[in-house]
Each structure stands twice: as C-alpha cells, then as structure tokens.
C-alpha cells in the first residue's frame, strides 16, 4: 500500500493499492523530492473520468511501469476537485506546451514544482501515434541525468507563461453592449441541434440563464432569446444525455444530437441545469419545464444525498469496467421490463427503438416522437400520454436497479454543493406543488446546516468532506457558492441564520481573497504557497469564484445597503468586460451579474404581524413571475436585530402586512393589498 489510505478523496483511494509509491499532494512529497534531487511525476484526474481509469489499468497498475515511476520519480497523485488550485496551474501549463489539456492530466516537475514536460492520457504501448508511458519514464528520467540544464530553462520559460497577468479595467458594461453579446450569443446558436458548438457538445447553463433573464426584460431581442433558450433546453432533455429513466443529467454529449453522452453525472451540472429548466417553467408555465426540474431534483436527492445532508460530487461513467453499461439497453431488455405488450409498442414508438439500437448494438434512450405526435398515433389524450410514459419509466428504473451500479464520488465540495443549494432553495420558493416545495425546502436547510456546521469545523470554512474527515484548503468558489446559496435560501424561509452566515462568510472572504487591483484570487492570502497564486476569471463546467462573488457582493449590497459591497463587485465587473465581450460563452456568469448590476434590481421588503395570513398571499406575487434582479426580505414586526438593513424603520400600513418595493434608489409607497404590488411590480 502506498500514502493514500488516509484521503478523503474517492479518487485518491483507488490509486491506494497500485504498486506505485503514490504520495498525495503533501510537504512530505515536496521535501522527499528536494532531497532525493529527482523530479515529481504529478498526476492529477477524478473519480468518474473515464480515460483516468483507463491509464490507470493500463499503467499505474503494471508492475514494471511503476517501478520505473517509483525509481525515477516522486510520484503525486492529486484529485482536481479537491485541489482547483493545482488543477489550474498544471492545466495552464499543458495546455501552453501542447496546445490541449484534458483528465488524466500528467505533468512532470522539477522539485521546485516548475512544469518541463506536460500531457494527458499516456498508452502503455506506443499506440494512437503516441509514445507508450514506459519511454515517455525513462526518456524524461535520462534528460533529468543528462540535461537538467535544459529541462530547468524549459520550466522557467512555461512559469513566465503561466504567470496571471495584472487584470486592467476595460471598461463598464452598459445596455449596449450587453444587447451586443446577445446578438453574438444568437448567431452562433445551433438551430439544427440545439446548444452551441460542435461534437463533443455541453450544455451551456450559464448562457441560457443569462438568456432567460435578459428574456423577461425590455430587450427588442427578447422573443428570439427566449426561443433559443427553449430549443436549447428541450434538445437536451429529449433522452440521450439526460436520462428518460431516473432524471439528471450527463456531463456532455458526445455527437452534435446530444444522443450519445459522456455518461458520468456530475453534481454541478445537475444543480445548474435544473435551475434553468426550474427558471423556464416560470416564464412559460409549460408543464415540460417542471417535469425535468422535479425529476433531475428527485434524482439528486435520491442517488447523490448523504444522510447528514450533503450532496455527493458523482456518479461514474463506467460500471462492470464499461462505459455506459449500467444505462443502455436491448429491446429484449426492455420489453421484458415493461411486460405489457401494448406499453411495450407505445414505448418502442415513442423512442424509436430497433432490434439492432442505435449505439455499439444498444440503445440509448432518446425520444423519437413528442407527446403530442403519440397522442395522434395512439390517439390518446395529452395526460394519459404522460402517464403511459411515467409507468414505463417507472418498470425501466426498477430494472435497472438490479444491476450493478457505476461507482459514487462520496466526497462533498462546497462550492458544488453551494450550487446545489441555490437551486433546491429556488425550486422550494417557486413550484406550485406544496409536496415537493416541502420536500427540496427541508433538503435545502439540511444542506445548508451540515455546511455550516461538518464543513465548517471551528468556524473554519473547508473545500472537502468525506466520512467525517475535511480537507484544510478552501477557495475563493467555496465561500462565493455558498453564500449565494444561503442567501437564496434566506429568500425562501427568511431564516436569519441564514443571511447572517452568508453575510459572515462574505467578510471573511473579503478579507482572504481580495486582490488590491480588483476581483479575488482563488486561493487565500494565508493558504500554501504555491508556483503561483490563480486567479481565474473565465467561467468553465462552473462559474468562476470570480464571477459567483460578483455575484454575491451585488446581492449583500440590495439587502444591506453596504456601499463597500457594490464597490467590490463593480470593480471586478471592469476587469472582464472586454474578454465577455469577445467570448460570450467563456464568461456567462458575469454577463448575469452584469446585467443585475446594470439593472440595479428591486429591492423588497415584506414586514407582517405575526399572525397576518395576508403576508403569503403578498409573498405568492412577488414570487408568481420570474424576477431574476429582485432581492426579498421578510419578518414579522418588529424585526429582530440580525435581519437584514432592508427590513429596518419600515412599519406596518394600517396595522396589516405591508410591503415596501424600492427600485433604482427610490422606494414607492407602502402596499398593503395585492392590487397595489402587482401594479407596483
């Protein structure tokens, strides 16, 4: 065994018996390289990446490859959820020597951490047209013999690459060019599919959240937003990359019909795609919309939930050492599930399936026909179409849990789990089932209790949890998803706690993170010193620290009144102003808080007695539309000390709940019925 068994990382632990002397990323593996004067063989991957198991069978199991690592190298074994940090700077690296980056990501360097040579997926065989690992070893190990002068140039010269360059302000968004964003986010728009780009295919969240908001405002473009939007979210969720059977989504779609996908499931994706499906639904009230938020939601809490409230990081691609296998079927399989014979013909209608399937002689799951083209064909109405599908889905699913399962990523991050939060906090508020408000509200206040308190030792925010044990980093995206998950949680409860925790954690992130010339750095001023400090701008798989503690500081700023708040996060909206301009998809999530900065939002206030059933009533419209640049508040009166400034010297109309909307710094007058608010929102 090597010096993994103690990790909390999944990954880490199933490199915990290779034969190769794996080190986690420690000041023991540093010192042990500097003193033994050899380089470090970092390797850095997840638990539910396909090509990581895959080198890992291949090469970090074979006994004679490993003693050539072990001879040669110090060998680090590092997993890029737990440690962003490392997996930015080593990702820059590669990708400024070859051109592309990717998982498993295999970076050597000197022991002054400096990155000479850099790559990604290895063969055990010279196969691919690229080099087997064992010449990649033994090659590196006679240049460290012969050539140390060369490779030390090298690493110099990749470091003064890497090295951030000094954010500049370029500018101030405007209306302007923001309606100029838009119409580059249309024209690159996949009409044929849906999505943006070609094979392989993500889904781009963020683009269509900032899509739906700027759908619901004054913008002359808006119908074509909103159907862009739209296609975007029905392409996805006819089958394929989401799953028909259980709900969730995978990370990506391998073709350009987002039929074939990378199967594995990752936690931020399903937190940020249901939320559009979630924001969706309210603008259009199609019943579609809800039924994929519920479902995904559903699928959330019962296959990536710890029983203390913490939601898992993934589910694995591969199960029996296959990708996709615990997901596709045959016909035979599937009419053996679904039993009735006329189910049966109805189903293989409605997805199109033949003997020989439509992937490897299997057959993912992808719709063929819509509802309303098998109410034709079966001529059934609308709602008993929904519920034949139910019924399948419901007999496909038990079958399915017979077989082996693909492995879970147990380990809990806080910033997806923050992401996570936000959006069981939303669909709480927001959907008018009261089964299931109740039932993603009590999810959402666990979460945020066990976040507070397990991953939060001694009042001491941490990146990682697994079976009771936390990791010691922490980033600046842990503490801004976070807090902008308590604070939409707060919206839904009005529970103090809440907002006092998301107004603590935003200090004390102001306080780590910030960097003088604007925006935050992603590691802590009192973290480990590493090769550099990142601080990445860009939105990637998820929204940038940057970009969520914009984000956040503009909320605190609508609820407290604090000027420093707003200063902050308009400051760091300078910094990207001319790299969103240019690269839309790339920065999604500031284009978002740019466009609640712009709008400056509305602020409202809801004060009650504390019996008045009135307030809810109040509550009920102001949350019956979606309002995306909109903070509330609420308290029976008088409010408590820790309640927001929003609530304070705002008394009661006539004795009866009143509700105060301020807009653009000024506040109208008190509304106490529901005709008032409507008119005055």
Known sequence: MNHLANSTSPYLLQHAHNPVDWYPWSEEALVKARVEDKPIFLSIGYAACHWCHVMAHESFENPEIAQIMND????????????????????????????????????????????????????????????????????????????????????????????????????????????AVTKSILDAYDWGYGGWGDAPKFPQ???????????????????????????????????????????????????????????????????????AYLHAWQITREPFYKHIVIETLD??????????????????????????????????????????????????????????????????????????SLAARFELDLERVADKLSKCHSK???????????????????????????????????????????????????NADFLLTAVRPNGKLRRAWRNGNTTNEVFLEDYAALINGLLELYQTDFNNRWFKAAQELTDEMILRFSDPSGGFFDTPND???????????????????????????????SFTDKGQYRDLAEKALSLVVEPALRYPLAFARWLSAADYALDNGKQIAVLYEAEDKN????????????????????????????????????????????VYVCENFVCKSPANTIEELRQQL
């Open 72 to 179: 040669h190298f110090i060998c680090i074994k590092v997993d890029r959820e737990e440690r962003p940090d490392l997996d930015s700077i080593y990702m820059q690296a590669t990708q400024a020597m070859t051109g592309s980056g990717g998982w498993p990501m295999s970076v050597f360097l000197t022991p002054d951490l400096k990155p000479f040579y850099t790559g990604t997926y290895f063969p055990p065989v010279r196969r691919y047209n690229m080099p087997s690992f064992k010449e990649v070893l033994l090659s590196l190990a006679r240049a460290w013999r012969e050539e140390r002068g060369e490779i030390y140039r090298v690493g110099g010269q990749v470091v003064e690459h890497i090295i951030p360059q000094t954010n500049r302000a370029s500018g101030a968004f405007t209306q302007q060019s923001l309606e």
């Open 396 to 446: 496909l699913l038990a079958a399915r849990d017979q077989r082996i399962r693909p492995g879970t990523d147990d380990k809990i991050l806080t910033a997806w789990n923050g992401l996570m939060l936000e959006t069981f906090a939303e669909a709480a508020r927001f959907l008018d089932d009261k089964q299931k408000s109740d039932q993603y509200l009590l999810l959402a206040t666990r």
């Open 299 to 372: 699928f959330v809490a019962r296959e990536m939930t710890h029983s203390k409230g913490g939601f898992y990081s993934s589910l694995d691609a591969d199960s029996e050492g296959e990708e996709g296998k615990f997901y596709v079927w045959t016909k035979e399989e599937i009419q053996k599930a679904i039993a009735d014979d006329s189910d049966f013909e109805f189903f293989v209608t409605a997805y199109g399936i033949t003997e020989s399937g439509n992937w490897e002689g299997k057959t993912i799951l992808q719709r063929a026909l819509d509802d309303a």
């Open 527 to 557: 973290g480990e010193t590493l090769l550099i400090r990142p601080k990445d701008i860009q939105d990637n798989a998820t929204p940038s620290g940057n970009a969520l503690a914009c984000e956040a500081l503009l909320k605190l700023a």
């Open 205 to 275: 969240p963020m683009t269509i959240e900032f899509l739906l908001r700027r759908a619901v405002g004054d913008s002359p473009a808006r119908e074509n937003m909103l159907k862009a939007a739209l296609h975007a979210l029905k392409s996805m969720a006819r089958g394929g990359m989401y799953d028909v059977v259980a709900g969730g989504f995978a990370r990506y779609s391998t073709d350009n019909s987002w039929r074939v996908p990378h199967f594995e499931k990752m936690l931020y994706d399903n937190a940020q795609l249901s939320r």
């Open 615 to 658: 307030a809810r009533a109040l509550l009920d419209v102001i949350r019956s539309d979606f309002r995306p640049n909109i903070v509330v508040a609420s308290s029976s009166y008088p409010p408590s000390t820790d309640a927001p400034a929003l609530l304070i010297d705002r008394p009661l109309k006539e004795g009866t709940s009143t």
